[in-house]
């Protein structure tokens, strides 16, 4: 029972030029020369007032920005920008004036003007977009669908506003905000994880920082149905979000479906700035940055806390018609800080910590000895680097780092279920050399060690106490490796070219692998552009994988057997297990149509081997139900193969956002049983659409839509009427069509000294009940009728929240 906090619409980044600021903090009084005219005052003397003209532009990307308000503070006197962001106040007089620009989505800007008499001449603004960082600096950017990686074959990003926007009110997670990206499949509303073109999130690696994360996630279950999950990180302190479905560089490895890359932004440099948000039935946040003196480096420090139990009860109330007696908080807390030694030596250090509780309040009672009745998770990263800048050809980045995660559920007489913590320690160094202006080497090494352990215990009884401890291991590894990529460029011919690979080992396994990677670029004149890329990479196993014993599981959930859980069936790990593989090839072609709008269509082609499965499942064999122990394996080969089609556009003004469309298919076959379904994440067809429209200099709004077709209900059942039961065929039956519409507007209010915004939104507006994965509470071994409850369901929720920047 937690809602998620979702968010919506918006974009806003396109062109190429930059100068910078946002928030707050004033900048440097600068002499303008403007228009000069004579006035008079009461007295008759004749006395000079100006003319201030100007133009605000977009800090990232240069595009003038309209509909956005200038006030001269001292006179009171204001302006809004025309179509071409440009904006003329009269009547000031000569001397210091103070400019307070904003526009809705974009920071606070503050500045102070010297004007002089003179000719006339135009002050240039650059807006940074919410919550990112202030720079003095111009940015120069070659376009709004821009890419941070080099040659990426398959590669779709959100910017700030996008990431504030798809964020939502209700909870700030930068992780939920990449459901709303083509070839994504999410029909599981309180839960931050997705799937990727039929990969589940198990596959896709999560790197903050550089940093490879291990369940980077407050996750709880409890009496084995999903309860909620959410992102660790608040999005206020992210810079970019970039999601790589296919062929990815080099320098990403240890996973085969996808990389969820997460950029932390830095402290700004010109003036400390504050940024506070809270709001009705939503949790609270701040985040205050800002420079150390001399403006060599900066600061950032933020933290969030959500007494969530009000919506958890809520979604309860109204789903479920239950009694209020969960509990759900969180805490988290980031800080970064940078420092320049000089112009080629920078040093940094940001640290990242989260909590979050569960707890059946009130129901100690009534629950069974097995379950959860208190769960607890911890996450805590801390990323030290070294950035060295030899030159502008070479560019060096060293990263020492750890990270522990926790996981511990307790039942009601304060017994641990199970106790997972997790252990890396490592460093990575990145190489950047331009050889020459069109050969790009990038070349690097990624080293941590390891430590896993698992405890999992079934109690038997309470009096006298008797548990079965299903597993118990405490292991260590070293994980190595070493990438290198190759890029060649032709800007006469239009042409990039990329190669390389990645050489890995893991102790855990004790393979090492090599993963090759080529990716190619033709620019067709200046509208069409082809991409291909071809890609292998290997994920290695996890301990619990490796040394635990897994529950039985299907669709997330633990299942049953005939009269209570039962814990001598479940899938137990295998220390034989292997790498999975997979072998990406894709081919897309874009069209753009002036510098915002641009069509998209991309195919792609997954070929998957050694993924680990176990047919641990309750199934019908010749007409009697079995349930049969195997160990994890690998076991599976198949494909995912499909098309995605995006319509994007990308601007400060008017209506930004996009409408996806994918089909997907997958084919999975069991090497050992020679079983075939499909894979647990297939859905066929997936269509997101995302708005966002600014009306005023203060009022914007926004929405979004997503419908998938439904994904299968994993394991082996059929519908017969009203009610389940089991099968021999696997991923048989499907949940319906899931289909969820949220609205957002913000409205924004500018005072002397801080801007205030306002937003409200509404979730699942039209108040849709989309059927999550049933829980499974038994299966009646004679007839193989399978006994469920249901899940959690998300209602129409409104919510409201303010933030106020200084």
Do not use: C
């Not at 603004?125 to 003095?136: G, M, P, S």
């Not at 499965?613 to 309750?618: D, G, N, T």
Request: hydrophobic residues 40%.
């Amino acid at each position: 029972m937690l809602t998620l906090k979702l968010a919506l619409l918006l974009a806003a980044q396109p062109l190429l030029v930059s100068l910078s600021a946002e928030h707050s903090g004033f900048a440097r009084p600068r002499a303008i020369k403007a228009g000069n005219h004579p006035s008079w005052n009461q007295e008759g003397q004749s006395t000079v007032v100006m003319t201030l003209r100007g133009r605000v532009v977009d800090a990232r990307t240069g595009e003038p920005i309209s509909k956005v308000k200038i006030i001269a503070n001292k006179s009171q006197k204001s302006a809004t920008t025309d179509e071409h962001g440009a904006f003329i106040i009269e009547d000031l007089p000569p001397g210091e004036v103070e400019l307070y620009v904003t526009t809705v989505n974009y920071g606070l800007f503050k500045k102070t003007i010297l004007l002089k008499a003179g000719d006339n001449a135009e002050v240039e603004i650059a807006l940074n977009q919410e919550a990112a960082t202030l720079t003095e600096q111009v940015n120069v950017i070659a376009g709004p669908y821009v890419e941070t990686e080099t040659n990426a074959a398959s590669v779709q990003t959100l910017n700030k506003t996008e990431l504030q926007e798809l964020s939502k009110v209700l909870v700030g997670d930068p992780i939920r905000a990449a459901q709303a990206l083509p070839g994504v499949t999410s029909n599981n509303d309180l839960r931050a994880e997705f799937a990727v073109r039929g990969a589940g999130f198990d596959r896709v690696g999560v790197y903050v920082d550089g940093v490879l994360t291990d369940n980077f996630l407050h996750n709880v279950q409890s009496d084995g149905a999903e309860r909620a999950s959410i992102s660790v990180i608040n999005t206020d302190t992210i810079s970019a979000v970039s999601l790589l479905t296919g062929a990815f560089p080099a320098k990403y490895g240890d996973s085969t479906g996808a990389v969820l890359n997460l950029e932390t932004r830095e402290g700004n440099r010109i003036k400390p700035a504050f940024r506070f948000s809270t709001g009705l039935q939503v949790g609270t946040s701040g985040v205050v940055d800002g420079p150390f003196a001399g403006k060599r480096g900066s600061y950032l420090f933020a933290a969030r806390t959500s007494v969530l139990d009000y919506l958890s009860r809520l979604v309860d109330r109204i789903s479920d018609d239950s009694v209020d007696t969960t509990l759900i908080a969180l805490n988290d807390a980031q800080a970064r800080v940078n420092y320049d030694l000089s112009t080629r030596h920078q040093i940094g250090i940001s640290t990242i910590y989260g909590k979050f509780r569960f707890e059946e309040e009130g129901q100690r009672e009534r629950i069974g000895l097995n379950s959860v009745f208190r769960s607890e998770s911890r996450n805590f990263l801390v990323n030290a680097y070294y950035n060295f800048t030899a030159n502008p050809q070479l560019f060096v980045q060293t990263r020492v780092f750890g990270l522990q995660t926790n996981l511990t559920n307790k039942n009601r007489d304060e017994l641990v279920l199970n106790d997972e913590p997790r252990i890396q320690l490592g460093v990575r160094s990145d190489i950047n050399f331009l050889v020459r202006p069109a050969h790009r080497v990038e070349a690097g090494f990624y080293i941590r060690s390891l430590r896993g352990e698992g405890t999992r215990n079934f109690i038997l009884s309470a009096q006298p106490l008797t548990r079965l401890n299903l597993e118990t291991f405490s292991r260590r590894a070293a994980e190595q490796s070493f990438y290198a990529q190759d890029t060649y460029t032709s800007e006469r011919l239009g042409l990039s070219l990329t190669g390389g690979g990645r050489i890995e080992h893991s102790g855990l396994t004790g393979e090492t692998l090599l993963s090759p990677r080529a990716a190619l670029q033709l620019a067709l004149g200046s509208d069409y552009r082809i991409r291909a890329g071809f890609g292998r990479h290997h994920q290695f196993p996890d301990f619990a994988e490796l040394y635990g014993r897994l529950p039985i599981v299907s669709g997330r959930t633990i299942v049953f057997a005939a009269f209570g859980p039962d814990p001598r069936f479940g899938r137990i790990g295998n220390p034989n297990a292997q790498a999975e593989r997979s072998t990406h090839y894709n081919l897309s072609i874009e069209r753009t149509f002036g510098n915002r709008l641009r069509v998209l269509a991309e195919v792609y082609d997954r070929e998957d081997a050694n993924l680990l499965f176990s047919l641990s499942e309750p199934r019908l064999e010749s007409g009697l139900v079995s349930i049969t122990e195997f160990p994890v394996r690998n076991a599976l080969r198949g494909h995912a193969r499909g098309i995605e089609l995006t319509l994007q556009r990308r601007s400060a003004n008017k209506l930004a956002g996009w409408v996806t469309y994918s089909y997907a298919q997958t084919r999975l076959r069991d090497e050992a049983s020679r079983l075939q379904f499909v894979s647990d994440f297939d859905q066929r067809h997936t269509l997101n659409a995302y708005g966002s429209y600014r009306l005023t200099e203060t009022f914007n709004l926004s929405s979004q839509w997503r419908y998938g077709s439904g994904v299968p209900i994993p394991g082996f059942f059929e519908r017969s009427g009203p009610d389940l039961f089991l099968a021999s065929e696997r991923n048989r039956l499907r949940l319906p069509a899931y289909s969820r519409v949220d609205v957002r507007a913000v409205k924004a209010f500018l005072f002397k000294r801080f801007k205030l915004t306002l937003s409200g939104e509404v979730l699942n507006v039209l108040n849709r009940t989309n059927e999550r994965y049933p829980i499974f509470q038994g299966v009646d071994q004679r007839t193989g009728r399978v006994l469920t409850g249901s899940g959690d369901r998300l209602p129409i929720l409104p919510a409201v929240g303010v933030a106020i920047e200084f």
